[in-house]
């Protein structure tokens, strides 16, 4: 959809007009996609929203059907919604499988999932390779620069998830795993596209910067109260993270002021500390999680999180190996079967590394485990995501267990109940 820059060298003036079509490229996209979300609604009977193409609810009769010549006018504007709804997350149904009602829709799609980030610690683009650019230039910093980040699946921020879980009640409950160096930045992109109006709870893997320095923000999504007299949000983390933010946010873990001590506007947060063990099954706001320990180096110990029961969905984001006991929780071999979604770390094409699994360690992790479904994150500027999920969908089709990459945006619609 947007045009790429190749390896080759290029001059400044070439390159700027380059950027400059690009630019227009990018705006053109997004006003056909106005004007045919426009048209869709007021010609067809048709709607599109962020979930996709849906059937209206017959208010009047001339929005009970959908005819052959609806479809044949709408074609090459359902083409254009259909991409912008990928280049956003949207959903794979829309088109391809035929029109939904909305009653059928929430029944299959009442939780999802939100891939606030997918890219390394530095993320993608990485600063160096466009303020020192190598002979060729890096093509996916480069790349990751064209266009805006909604639409750029090379644009990539620390590796945090939100689940948007439909409780039984049939209330939403907004849980978010990490907020790492780019939380503003996830929020202020990823919350109003997905319409997510505020935080229940935090999940946090561990004390990296990419995991938690965004903590000092998270006032930004909390009430205003001249007096911080508001709901402290729970915040779920091992006790070595627990030390670590003593250290590191002591402000925002204590609860009463000193004598004289002035109150200071800071994000209000209910710390619980969990086990790391497979075992110690905790509530995140009506959510059942399992805590998955795993190596992050040798050295140290992070947390992946397994949640979901019509749908199990694991989520480990920072690992060099996984023992035993957890493999035990999330493979097809263990005593629960298969998890239907695996997010799972790989933070270079070419490896090893000693701290994180890199894309043959993922690849034998996930023919290992055999979840239903795999996405990888947490990857850096060798990932190309055109190339590389080409790449990965001849393996899928090889092994027999979706494997993709993951992108900022990316949203997957699961049940959770
Ligand atoms: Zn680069
Ligand atoms: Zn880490």
């Not at 929203?49 to 090459?76: W, Y």
């Not at 035929?98 to 530095?122: A, N, P, V």
């Not at 799972?344 to 090893?352: F, H, M, R």
Request: proline fraction near 5%; charge should be negative.
């Amino acid at each position: 959809m947007v045009p790429r820059l190749t390896n080759s060298v290029r001059g400044p003036a070439l390159a700027l007009e380059q950027h400059e079509q690009q630019q227009q490229n990018v705006l053109r996209t997004l006003l056909i996609d106005r004007v045919c979300a426009r048209r869709l609604g007021g010609e067809t009977g048709l709607r599109v929203n962020r979930v996709g193409l849906r059937r209206r609810k017959p208010r009047a009769s001339s929005e009970e059907e959908i005819t052959e010549a609806d479809l044949s006018v709408c074609q090459p504007e359902l083409g254009r919604v259909e991409e912008m709804e990928e280049s956003t997350g949207g959903s794979r149904n829309m088109v391809a499988n035929g029109f939904k009602d909305e009653e059928e829709e929430d029944e299959e799609l009442s939780s999802e999932l939100i891939f606030l980030g997918s890219g390394s610690s530095t993320g993608v683009p990485s600063p160096l390779c466009l303020l020192r650019p190598a002979d060729p230039p890096c093509h996916v910093c480069h790349s990751a620069m064209e266009g805006p980040p909604e639409i750029n699946k090379n644009y990539r921020c620390n590796p945090s998830l939100l689940i948007n879980y439909k409780h039984e009640d049939g209330s939403r409950r907004y849980i978010q795993i990490d907020a790492g160096k780019n939380f503003k930045e996830q929020v202020l992109r990823w919350f109003l596209i997905h319409k997510v109006p505020r935080l229940d709870a935090l999940l946090l893997t561990h004390e990296h910067a990419d995991a938690m320095l965004g903590l000092d923000d998270i006032r930004g999504v909390q009430n205003y109260n001249s007096m911080n007299d508001i709901a402290a949000m729970p915040v779920f983390v091992s006790q070595h993270t627990m030390d670590s933010v003593n250290a590191k946010f002591p402000y925002l873990v204590e609860k009463t002021l000193k004598e004289g001590q002035e109150v200071r506007r800071v994000a209000q947060l209910d710390w619980r500390v969990i086990d790391t063990s497979c075992s110690a099954l905790f509530d995140a706001v009506g959510l059942e999680i399992t805590p998955l320990p795993v190596m992050h180096g040798e050295d140290y110990l992070s947390l992946g999180f397994l949640f979901g029961k019509k749908h199990r969905v694991a989520y480990i984001s920072d690992v060099s190996r996984i023992p035993e006991t957890t493999e035990q929780v999330i493979s097809a071999a263990g005593d629960l079967g298969p998890v239907d979604i695996l997010i799972l770390d790989s933070l270079y094409k070419s490896g090893p590394h000693n701290t994180h699994f890199c894309y043959e360690d993922s690849l034998a992790a996930v023919k290992r485990l055999r979840p239903r479904r795999a996405f990888f994150v947490g990857m850096t500027h060798e990932f190309e995501h055109e190339r590389d999920n080409a790449e990965l969908a001849e393996w899928s089709q090889r092994e027999g267990i979706e494997v993709q990459l993951a992108y900022d945006g990316m949203r997957i619609p699961v049940c959770l109940g």
